[in-house]
């Protein structure tokens, strides 16, 4: 396959097809080093997000834009717009902007003009790799949009939203509708094993962007071909180079992103070769074969120039001995010399046992709040629930021939591939459509990820019950679908639990149900299922809106009467201080009482003693007055008598006297 160099004149002339609506176009690092592309199709106060996930062999602008291209004419020739291929106008993107929501998507990594695992177009290590791309990718969003990373140089013109998280739908065609439904499945793993465990795992999210919402051609010709040389170093390429670039450069427009790494990958160790094979590690000769086309078709008039920063995100390398498995569209390499390195199988093939994967649960708690993303919807287009040549999932020729026998395949030949195309049956239009389409992969995939594809389809149904309940999945299928066969979408439709499931059978759009002739019913469907989910949202934010403003009212009066409170509350304190005083005083006023009424205790036990003294003498003063008067009662007697005595005595002295003087007269 024939690899192509970047130099700076194919960086300043624009050989790819320009992108119509005017998205905002990115780079986004995975865990793994890898870039990928980005778009977003942004619309002000957005009413929610809705994230597109395309299929395999495809890429977002191939699903879900309008692509230019006429029927043949009468002479037998089509005719094609190599400049303007994918239109915007009346597309899927176009309809969901028109009805206020913002969309996002990515090209996963292998696909479109997103790098690939070891150069390998149209294959990844582990289906799970992918699916760590996807939420990678919309936990940036919603960090994004909810202004939670941003500084005043927003690298979007998006209304931050008030900070709040707005709802996001996902939808995928084909494979992208197995990414979808494995996403809900590890979000309603994650809220169990969260609720049951109690344990807290923190959930790195890979968000380093190579955001430029102008013009991707204003990065620096020298800075590109900088990266490129440092991944692609003609003499040391190893182990370490991918994560090299990733650890030297990532360009961005915002100033906190946050690099991390999140795995929902089966293997606790992806890394693609190991110290020990010498076979792998001896073919260090490999080139990066990348597909960046950094000179991506955007506006010329740029006017904000990206800057660059260190990543310190962790990232597992991968040993790139295998060749550059590309097709005629032009790749981004660093030299031509790459080999098939056929030999890594030992290390490489998918393993189903516990040395090589972890389990569900383990898996799971390699995230951390999954819910933040807001999912309330996820529709499921042609869905990877069942490959018409392998059979349904759970049946015995799944279970017993087509799952070991691609193990098998996968271990022996990792990097065989299969036939380009596996026939199936489409309209004229979807041929030309993909003969002429320059980014879609065409030469089949690797037997390593047939297996993983075959395998993810079993644990999709395997974990059915762990379907999230309060989130709505639509499913539609064609019946005449000759890759994905709409039974597999019966099969599940009838397997799972969810309260808002519903399944959308059509006929005669086979596969490519979003650019099949009569798309235009499917998309009216699906519009109006997501607007009728979002009215719902609505409703009940409106009813939330009402109780907050209550809230609020209620907030307000309980802080006036918190102050009134507070106020009462200091005057009290007030009162409280001055009846502590007046307490105080009292107590000492009580404390002076009280010595004095000890004092006067004892006064008056003294005066007691001393009343009780002076009773004792009153008594006996009493008694000696009682004998005084006696006495003198006896003394009165006597006195009496004496006076008697006297009397008797004087009468007798008159008489003695008159018997004197007579005596005197006789003498006489």
Known sequence: ?????????????????????NPKIGWFCNKNGLLLKTYGWVVKNAIGIIYLIHGLTSHTRLTFMRINIKVPTSSGDVIVDNDNYYIYKDSWIEK???????VYALDLQGHGESQAWKNIRGSANRFDDLVDDVIDYMNHIQDEIANENQTDDESYDIVPAKKKRLPMYIIGHSMGGGIAIRILQLLRK???DRINSGDEHDYKKCNIMLDNSTNANEISNAMVEDMISDMCDM???????????????????SKNDDPGTSSASTSANTSDSTSTNTSANTSANMRASTRVNIGASTSANASVRPKVIKSTSKVVSANNNSKDNTNENKIVSANNNSKDSTNEKAN??????????????????KYKNLDKLNIRGCISLSGMLGLTIVGQPGSFIFKYIYIPVTKLMSYFAPYKKTIAEFPYKTSQFIENVFKYDKFRTTDGITYKYLHEIIKTMGKLFDNAKNMPKDIPLLLIHSKDDGICNYKGSKSYFDKIDVPGKELYIVEGLNHSTTLESGNEDVLKKVVDWINSRNKNTNEIKKEQKIKKKKAREDAKKAKEDAKKAKDDAKKAKDDAKKANDDAKKANINAKKANINAKKANINAKKASEDAKKANDDAKKASEDAKKASEDAKKASEDAKKANEDAKKANEDAKKASGNAKKAKDKSK
């Open 1 to 21: 396959m024939e690899e192509i160099k970047l130099n700076s004149d194919e960086l300043k002339n624009n050989t790819i097809s320009k992108l119509d609506g």
């Open 96 to 102: 969901f902007n028109q009805n206020g929501y913002s």
């Open 190 to 192: 994650e809220k169990e």
């Open 235 to 253: 003499n040391s390429f190893n182990d370490n180079s991918v994560k090299h670039i990733s650890d030297k450069y990532c360009i961005t427009n």
């Open 348 to 365: 490489d093939c998918s393993s189903d046992t516990p040395n090589a994967s972890t389990s569900e649960s383990e898996q799971v708690k």
